[in-house]
Antibody, heavy 115, light 111 residues
Framework: QVQLQESGPGLLKPSETLSLTCTVSDGSISKYYWNWIRQPAGKGLEWIGRIFAFGSTNYNPSLKSRVTMSLDTSKNQVSLKLTSVTAADTAVYYC?????????WGQGTMVTVSS | QSALTQPASVSGSPGQSITISCTGTSRDVGNYNLVSWYQQYPGKAPKLLIYDDLKRPSGVSNRFSASKSGNTASLTISGLQADDEADYFCCSYAGSRTFWVFGGGTRLTVL
């Protein structure tokens, strides 16, 4: 069964750029849409965006100006960049595959924005 | 503030049934047959329970069922068990501009 693993810095200062990577364990990266979803502590989930093979992307309108997603099929990796972070971007960040729904999730990685 | 509205908490005794509602609008829940439900234990990733409004993935217990009427979707858990105690989130497709919206989550307590 495919596994997803997020990685990246856990602590950022305000105005810095958040960079996360999601590694997909099998070779299915070209077959699905891959999503980033975040969850502030004790709160609900927020969809950030998705990317498909060949680089087709869609982003949450509320984050679109700060988000870039990319995909490296040779490394089976999906990447997320979020610029100009603030404390409001503090959350657990998940990557998730979507088929009929978000059917596979990574374990999540905590990102804290603090000066 | 989440796009979809769920009760903050529900509770029930072992063996009972509970229902969690998820209210959206005609632009999301009411317009597409693409509501999904997720179970999340503390510190863990969400797990898919229901997709396409009422379908269960293989491996998910048939104690979990779902329905939808208009702009409100519902998840029912029957025969409550202690390990059903978790957070439950709904999600809906919301069109090609907004894409996916979530509810704020419902904490289920098994008494």
């Amino acid at each position: 069964q495919v596994q997803l693993q997020e990685s990246g810095p856990g602590l950022l200062k305000p105005s810095e750029t958040l960079s996360l990577t999601c590694t997909v364990s099998d070779g299915s990266i070209s077959k699905y849409y891959w999503n980033w979803i975040r969850q502030p502590a004790g709160k609900g989930l927020e969809w950030i965006g998705r990317i498909f093979a060949f680089g087709s992307t869609n982003y949450n309108p509320s984050l679109k100006s700060r988000v870039t997603m990319s995909l490296d099929t040779s490394k089976n990796q999906v990447s997320l960049k979020l610029t100009s972070v603030t404390a409001a971007d503090t959350a657990v960040y998940y990557c998730a595959r979507i088929d009929d729904a978000f059917d596979m999730w990574g374990q999540g990685t905590m990102v804290t924005v603090s000066s | 503030q989440s796009a979809l509205t769920q009760p903050a908490s529900v509770s029930g005794s072992p063996g009972q049934s509970i229902t969690i509602s998820c209210t959206g609008t005609s632009r999301d829940v009411g317009n597409y047959n693409l509501v999904s439900w997720y179970q999340q234990y503390p510190g863990k990733a969400p797990k898919l329970l229901i997709y396409d409004d009422l379908k269960r993935p293989s491996g998910v217990s048939n104690r979990f069922s779902a329905s939808k009427s208009g702009n409100t979707a519902s998840l029912t858990i029957s025969g409550l068990q202690a390990d059903d105690e978790a957070d439950y989130f709904c999600c809906s497709y919301a069109g090609s501009r907004t894409f996916w919206v979530f509810g704020g989550g419902t904490r289920l307590t098994v008494l």
